[in-house]
């Protein structure tokens, strides 16, 4: 039995040698099927050039014709004890996206180097992606040493300037070689001409290279590819990404949060299974009927993935058209697709410099940060902790146009704030009932959420309101920062945890106003959907009612209450909404309020209208608690 | 994982995104020892089950122990199964050479079965190492409507995403085998027991190593006669495994047209 195939991917700029390279390897290792070197030289003849090596791999006819590699392809080196799949990846900048889609599979990279040229555009986007990619292993090739007399000086000269580059980038190279592949000077044999050279040749740094198999002692993550009734079982099938799953074991299925026991491991013309490993294809049946879907992800009950509407991500786009800011792409998360929002676009980063820059939009073949957003609870990981899980691509009609790797930095764990509710509590019956609280305040109860802009308007229109219904009879009471801030939630702080824990404290606060008969109003800016969509369920339907206090930026920042927005632009207030968060306007809010169109005064009689209509009293008003 | 495994688990995870993603399904079976890998493959992935229909592209000229081996195990293995009879040579391409036309005739009657049962999806058995053409397909690889490959415009594949998305009136070939070597694919058969056609194993002195029709196949020398002897001929043999195909030497980019046209 062979043993694991180490996957090497050669990459480099345009026109530094890397078919040639490889050609001539095959050869050196006597890899190359009979007749091959005879076809060659036929081939090359045809074309009046000397003996090319690179047309074992430019197979295209396209390709021999113009002497570049347009498509990526895969050959077999044979080693002693091992099969090396050689990879080459064509180094034009219009064939990025081959690049990718060769590269992407690669345990360990050689990258090539002109020594006559030295480090290129290339060399640098390339060294740049293979970090992207996950690919540590990397060993330097620098190529056409024939051209430059195999001057050693020369040599160090492009050993300073890639080793400095390559530092930037996050990549220790295993090996930096001088070679020169068309002469066939360092690669399975030492160099006549290059006898200061002491270090490996090109095949001894091959042989170093390691395959990276896939790693059981990640945290388990089975991503639902099917359900499967060809017969009398129910079969979950799909594959293990990460960690171990065995039979017995009880497991949580995100996003739904159900739970449920592994029964059994199905196997076809195998030996019954007990345990299923990070790589397996399998089909697992469970001890109970759970509706389970494609997408869903299988974990254990300990360190299950993030759940999120919100996240981070490093992109590196390749779709031929710009990526359009608010404008919505097919996710394709694991098994799982689902739309996403451009929410913002934080910055592209020069794949050459490394500088960050502030941009409008991706073009194709550039790197950057954006936040997106779904509408429905998404299971994530972050890539930096669980790789094969925390990466997607995004689709824009029919083609795959970009990679991406999480980060939830800046945003909460949803799942911490939908748990952590104590099981063993029992209800107690009240003897005053909601419908006696209603009879005697003559009056419903219910929350009156004002969103809006810092400086939209909120608590001025909250205080106001408070004092108009006090007047008028109603029980009524304002929540805002300063009463809230100050007690209940002394300890919070700005954290997005914090963010997230605050707006859901004054939610569970607002509920037991309302259930007490109250008119609460609560003033926050509550900039998430998300947010104010959590504390919508925590409340009894109907009692919820979401008040949109509408200015616009401009307007917001020219009142500017309290001097925030001065601060927020200097920089010396992070995070600020509107400014640098962001601010989701509601989708369905039960009441528009525009204040630039509007006083005060209308605002409020605006308001205190609809309170009139739907808090009114009426003992037959049915409330779905 | 040892490689096998690696290959296996991969193969069923291909296997399973074509099922799920593109409906409806289809699978050539040339009956060569690569489809009855794969077929093998899909009954791992769907426990015992074959979900989708055979296609044999049929010349009428296939080896006549091809034929007993379809008739066989149709009924073995209880397989949907359509018998596509290929157009005459007539009427393909007069501009390729001889024997390639010969090979273009499934071309026109694979595009056939695909307009008749309006298939969206095709699997099929081909492996990166048999050809240096091969050797540059996606897993997913999209066809136009009349079948062409854009080889120059090939889709983005990586991180096990595949494309899954298309416009109508084109379809996708899939390939979950393309990972494989001639090698790998053996000590699977070996591994699983799986049965090919005997024209694979050596009498007298001669074997298929690659399997097409009568006229433009042969055998080579070979003593290998057993699935041991075969493994152990493919680690030293430096024949390529298609040299028994004439279609593919008759002029340089002879393959290249044949499969920028819709071949296999």
Request: hydrophobic residues 40%.
């Amino acid at each position: 039995m062979t043993t694991n195939t180490l996957k090497l991917v050669v990459v480099g700029h345009v026109d530094d040698g890397k078919s040639t390279l490889i050609g001539r390897l095959l050869y050196e290792t006597d890899s190359l099927p009979d007749g091959k070197l005879a076809e060659l030289k036929a081939v090359s003849l045809k074309r009046n050039m000397p003996l090319e090596w690179s047309f074992v791999l430019d197979a295209f006819q396209a390709e021999r014709d113009q002497a570049i590699t347009i498509d990526t392809s895969q050959i077999m080196i044979n080693r002693p004890g091992r099969q090396v799949t050689i990879i080459d990846a064509p180094g034009h900048i219009e064939f990025l996206k081959n690049m990718v889609s060769g590269a992407a599979s690669a345990d360990a990279a050689f990258l090539l180097v002109d020594a006559s040229e030295g480090v290129r555009q290339q060399t640098r986007r390339h060294a740049y992606f293979l970090n992207f990619l996950g690919i540590q292993q990397v060993v330097v090739i620098v190529n056409k040493m024939d051209l430059v007399q195999y001057c050693e000086e020369k040599f160090n000269q492009v050993k300073a300037n890639i080793i400095a580059h390559l530092q930037e980038v996050g990549i220790t190279p295993q090996a930096i070689i001088p070679v020169s592949a068309r002469e066939g000077d360092m690669l399975s044999a030492r160099s006549t001409h290059m006898q200061w050279y002491q270090g490996v040749t090109v095949l001894d740094a091959m042989d170093n290279l390691v395959a990276t198999d896939r790693i059981d002692s990640g945290f388990l993550r089975f991503p639902v590819q099917d359900v499967y009734k060809f017969d009398e079982r129910r079969i979950i099938a799909g594959r293990v990404e990460s960690g171990v799953l065995r039979v017995g074991d009880d497991i949580l299925i995100s996003p739904s949060n159900q739970m449920a026991k592994v029964n059994s491991i199905e196997t076809w013309h195998a030996e019954k299974q007990v345990e299923a490993r990070a790589g397996e294809s399998i089909g697992i049946t469970l001890d109970k009927q759970l509706f389970v879907e494609r997408g869903d992800v299988v974990s254990h009950l300990e360190n299950p993935p993030m759940l999120t509407t919100v996240f981070r991500a490093t992109l590196f786009w390749l779709g031929h058209d710009s990526i359009v800011l608010n404008k919505t792409y097919k996710m394709k998360l694991l098994t799982r697709e689902v739309n996403v929002i451009v929410q913002s676009i934080e910055y592209e980063i020069d794949t050459e410099s490394l500088q960050k820059n502030k941009v409008e939009q991706l073009r194709k073949n550039q790197c950057g940060e954006v936040i997106l957003r779904v509408q429905e609870l998404l299971p994530v990981d972050e890539y930096h902790s669980l790789k094969h899980t925390g990466r997607f691509v995004l689709v824009d009609a029919y083609e795959i146009v970009a990679g991406g790797m999480i980060s939830m930095k800046g945003f909460p764990n949803q799942r911490t704030l939908l748990e952590k509710r104590p099981s063993n509590l029992t209800q107690v019956k009240h003897y005053v009932t909601y419908d006696m609280r209603q009879q005697r305040s003559g009056h419903r109860g219910g929350v009156l959420w004002f969103t809006g802009l810092s400086g939209a308007g909120k608590s001025t229109l909250a205080m106001a309101l408070e004092q108009m219904l006090f007047l008028k009879g109603y029980q009524v009471y304002t929540l805002d920062g300063d009463n809230i801030r100050s007690g209940l939630n002394s300890n919070l702080g700005f954290t997005p945890e914090d963010r997230a824990e605050n707006i859901r404290r004054i939610g569970e606060v607002s509920a037991l106003f309302a259930d007490a008969g109250f008119v609460c109003v609560t003033a926050f800016i509550s900039p998430y959907q998300a947010d104010r969509n959590k504390v919508r369920r925590m409340l009894a339907q109907g009692m919820f009612h979401e008040i949109y206090i509408k200015a616009d930026l401009e307007h917001c920042e020219e009142r500017d209450p309290k001097g925030l927005y001065k601060k927020a632009r200097k920089g010396e207030i992070a995070e600020f909404t509107g400014i640098s968060a962001p601010y989701e306007a509601p989708l369905n809010p039960e009441l528009i309020i525009d204040t630039v169109q509007l006083t005060v005064e209308q605002s409020v009689n605006r308001i205190l209208e609809y309170v009139k209509e739907t808090f009114a009293y009426s003992s037959t008003a049915e409330v779905v608690v | 994982m040892n490689k096998l495994k690696e290959l296996e688990a991969q193969s069923i995870y291909i296997l399973r995104e074509a099922y799920n993603r593109v409906k409806p399904l289809a699978m050539l079976w040339s009956l060569g020892k690569d489809s009855n890998v794969l077929l093998w493959l899909a009954r791992k992935a769907f426990f015992g089950h074959v979900p989708f229909t055979t296609i044999l592209l049929d010349t009428g000229n296939e080896l006549d122990e091809v034929y007993a081996f379809r008739d066989e195990y149709v009924k073995k293995w209880n397989l949907t199964y359509i018998n596509a009879e290929c157009p005459p040579i007539e009427e393909t391409d007069p501009s390729l050479p001889p024997k390639t036309r010969a090979a273009a005739r499934k071309t026109l009657g694979l595009k056939r079965v695909i307009e008749q049962h309006q298939f969206k999806g095709i699997l099929l058995g081909i492996r990166r190492d048999e050809q240096a053409i091969r050797s540059k397909e996606r897993v997913f690889s999209p066809r136009h409507e009349s079948g062409e490959w854009k080889f120059r415009d090939q889709p983005l594949e990586f991180w096990d995403q595949y494309k899954t998305d298309f416009v109508t009136g084109t379809h996708l070939r899939i390939h979950p085998l393309l990972a494989w070597t001639e090698l790998d694919i053996w000590e699977y058969i070996k591994q699983e027991n799986i049965p090919v056609v005997p024209l694979y194993f050596a009498r007298n002195g001669m074997r298929y190593r690659s399997l097409g029709e009568k006229d433009i196949t042969h055998p080579i020398v070979s003593n290998a006669a057993t699935l041991d002897e075969i493994i152990s001929e493919l680690k030293t043999t430096k024949q390529p495994e298609r040299a028994g195909r004439a279609m593919d030497h008759e002029q340089e980019d002879a393959f290249e047209k044949l499969r920028s046209s819709g071949y296999m």
